[in-house]
């Protein structure tokens, strides 16, 4: 099947500090990534949605400024927290659709990155 | 705006006992459904899917689905249960033309041995 992968799995910072994190394609094109937040036995919440040669479109009550998304390629989209705070601290997953049949897509999920903010 | 409902939070079952995870969308047009699992410590996997046909959805690890459209229903069945199926559930819906996935709460699964 196709895979996502997400870089780095794990990440560490200091407040104020600015995390960069990278979702890829590996073996299909995504003009669409999605980017989600896991809080801890919570389900995943939609972030934004980004877009190749465009800008994203973030869900309600999400800061644009603060998370920057960027679609840079086909098969690669980077997510920077910027001025990291303790409350950022997070599980952030990045999904990729790919065509199945004609009816639909099927979203293939990154593993995850895991941000701790001290 | 689109909702799933997952009804269960966290189930305990036996080895060997059925299971029955319950899911509600609202949405009044086309939707596409699906089931993703979450082993822990590792990333999400698709379970089943639906997109349209036979509402009755196999998926893989012995896992099935019914898509009820009357009751705007998607629950996930298996009549079997095994200690690995121990992970969490989560049911989705995207709307036909929009790729946009729509999670419920997910439902944490322990199997007990």
């Known amino acids: 099947g196709a895979v996502v992968s997400q870089h780095p799995s794990r990440v560490i910072c200091k407040s104020g500090t600015s995390v960069k994190i990278e979702c890829r394609s590996l073996d299909f094109q995504a003009t669409t990534m999605f980017w989600y937040r896991q809080f801890p036995k919570q389900s995943l919440m939609l972030m934004a949605t980004?877009?190749?040669?465009?800008?994203?479109?973030?869900e309600q009550g999400v800061e644009k400024d603060k998370f920057l998304i960027n679609h840079a390629s086909l098969t690669l989209s980077t997510l920077t927290v910027t001025s990291a705070h303790p409350e950022d601290s997070s599980f952030y997953i990045c999904?990729?659709?790919?065509?199945?049949?004609?009816?639909?897509?099927?979203?293939?999920f990154g593993p995850g990155t895991r941000l701790t903010v001290l | 705006a689109q909702s799933v409902s997952q009804h269960n939070h966290h189930v305990i079952l036996s080895e060997a006992a059925s299971l029955e995870l319950g899911c509600n969308y609202s949405?009044?047009?086309?939707?596409?459904l699906f089931w993703y699992v979450q082993y822990p410590g590792q990333h999400l996997q698709l379970l089943l899917k639906y997109f349209s046909g036979d509402p009755l959805v196999k998926g893989i690890k012995g896992f099935e689905a019914e898509f009820i459209k009357s009751k705007f229903s998607f629950n996930l069945r298996k009549p079997s249960v095994q200690w690995s199926d121990t992970a969490e559930y989560f049911c989705?819906?995207?709307?036909?033309?929009?790729?946009?996935?729509?999670f419920g709460k997910g439902t944490r699964l322990h199997i007990l041995p």
């Open positions: 999904s990729a659709p790919r065509l199945a049949g004609v009816s639909g897509h099927e979203q293939f």
């Open positions: 989705a819906v995207n709307s036909i033309g929009d790729d946009k996935i729509i």
């Open positions: 949405y009044g047009g086309t939707v596409n």
């Open positions: 980004s877009n190749e040669g465009s800008k994203a479109t973030y």
